[in-house]
């Protein structure tokens, strides 16, 4: 690939990106937003959280299969447990850190 | 002045989580970008000018095998598509705010960013200049980890200290702070079903934006019908 073509590979890969990101913000940020859309809003972010979390303990990537059991999920268990008692991110952080490294060493 | 340093500050002391798990990942960009025949300064002016993770890795992968530039974007697009849900979600926070602010603020949201700074604001006294240099540390720490794996990336053990799971963990714990009623914990429950179910059935991941949108409304409705079911006699 030449220099040019990658310069128009990443400045298009820049501008599809960046939109998504810039538009809602200034979009909803200047205008008052029926009640109805805030209160559906405030759900976003669970909803997007749990939703990027899931497929990583419970599925294998290639191919995209359930899967029960992985140190993923395993290691979940004691940081999702960590958090509900202590609500200290980096304290989650590096116990769920540390059962992933455990878990893979057992292994 | 002084202020502005300390609303920065805290910005930065937020933002370690993210950076401590950008690092492996930028550095296994830099390994496989350099393994797909792409230069240092390629791969620093794509982590500057894209800044997604997703994006960048399915970028060298298509890229090795050949694809054109508008297949490409069209993908680099479809994967982003999800900030559209996170950016409208931190609309909210940023009443009235100058579009240049805007502007600076939204090259920075990402998954990780937008999870951290959706903590703080809800916690309350996040200044919108921390969430500003949370995102701009985030950046500056993808773009160093990228560049630097492409030099350094094959030395460096796999799965040291356990690091690939900073995300993770950090994920679950913003998830546990985001859970602040029955009908956040129904909402996130779905998710996760959801997610799964359309992680299996979906192509790339509109997993998350299907999962995302299914979940909230059903926990929309839910907080609608307990508000109904409590205001009858």
Known sequence: ?107 | MAQTFDYVKAGLKAAWPICLGYFPIGLSLGVLAQKGGLFPWQVGLMSLLVFAGGSQFIAVAMLGSGASIPAVVTTAFMVNLRHLLMSSALAVHFPGVSRRFLALFAYGVTDESFAVNMVRFNQGGWDRRSALTLNQAGNLTWFVSTVAGVYVGEFIPAGALGIDYALTGMFICLLVFQLRGPVFVATALVAAFCSVVAFLWLPGNAYVIVASCVAATAGFILKRALRHGRGKP
């Open chain 1, 1 to 107: 690939m030449s220099v040019a073509d990658y310069l128009l590979l990443t400045a298009g890969m820049g501008v599809v990106t960046y939109l998504p990101r810039l538009l809602p913000l200034v979009a909803f940020s200047r205008r008052q937003l029926p009640a109805w859309f805030v209160e559906w809003l405030e759900l976003v972010p669970p909803a997007i959280l749990s939703a990027l979390i899931a497929p990583t303990l419970f599925a294998q990537a290639s191919p995209r299969v359930f899967v029960l059991g992985k140190a993923d999920l395993l290691a979940a268990l004691p940081t999702l447990a960590f958090a509900l008692k202590t609500r200290s991110l980096a304290g989650t952080v590096v116990v769920g850190m540390l059962c992933y490294w455990g878990l893979h060493y057992l292994r």
